[in-house]
């Protein structure tokens, strides 16, 4: 009896070569994760990233610009106000898009040289790919103070960290908004990768993870001191 008629074929490499999704890294960050690792994908991530990164900051900026600002600029300026504040969202959001590409980079370089540290042979695409589905994180962080400030009808204020019970510029101040919830979920994820995909050991993680957020603190403290 001819069996192959009756015994489905499973194609393997379809199961391996699964595409990760963007937005199941929220809820499902692990088994994403491993999707990422088999099959790094980096044109159709960071496409979606980039659209939702203008969508959001252009609504994020033109929601929320201070008013009293605006009387000013509109004294040199001959223009009215709701143009005005159409060019300064979309040059926000414009600008948005090369911070954003800008710390992805910066993030997968940096990864990449701790594996080497580490000596973990992870080649920079799967780096570069995971940096980039990680991103929607902070978008999310975006999207969540921007809505609520919209709301209150106040300007841009991040709800996820306790910065608005101290003094801007003060060091307090700076300590707390860098520990911002998004920022910790982002940090953590990051953890997961390098203990669940690198294969770091607990120890090495904790060493490199509270190094990255002591340092990010202390750049955090430099630069209110100093600007």
């Known amino acids: 009896m001819n069996t192959d008629l009756i015994t489905p074929t499973i194609n393997h490499n379809n ?8 937005f199941k890294i929220i809820y499902s960050p692990i088994r994403e994760f491993e999707k990422i690792k088999e099959n790094p994908i980096i044109s159709r991530p960071l496409l979606i990233l980039i659209f939702l990164q203008i969508l959001i900051t252009f609504f994020t900026s033109y929601s929320s610009i201070d008013q009293m600002a605006l009387v000013d600029i509109l004294k040199d300026i001959h223009t009215t106000p709701e143009r005005l504040k159409l060019i300064i969202a979309i040059l926000s959001a414009i600008t ?10 910066i993030s997968s370089i940096f990864y ?11 080649p920079f695409k799967i780096l570069l790919s995971f940096f980039i589905y990680l991103g929607i ?3 999310l962080g975006l999207f969540f ?13 991040s709800f996820t960290n306790f910065g608005f019970l101290f003094e801007k510029s ?6 707390i908004t860098s520990l911002d919830f998004f920022y910790l979920w982002h940090f953590t994820l990051i953890g997961i990768v390098l203990y669940v995909i690198m294969k770091l050991s607990k120890f090495k993680i904790a060493i490199t993870m509270i190094s990255l957020l002591t340092l990010n603190i202390l750049f955090g403290i430099i630069s209110e001191q100093l600007f």
Do not use: R
Request: charged share 10%; no cysteine.
């Open 137 to 139: 994180i902070p978008i």
């Open 170 to 175: 003060s060091i307090p101040y700076t300590i």
């Open 15 to 22: 199961i391996e070569k699964t595409q990760a999704s963007i």
């Open 112 to 122: 990449k040289i701790i594996t080497i540290i580490f000596q973990k042979d992870i």
């Open 145 to 157: 103070n921007g809505l609520l400030s919209f709301i209150l009808n106040i300007n841009f204020t």
């Open 96 to 105: 948005s898009i090369f911070n954003m590409l800008f710390l992805i980079l």
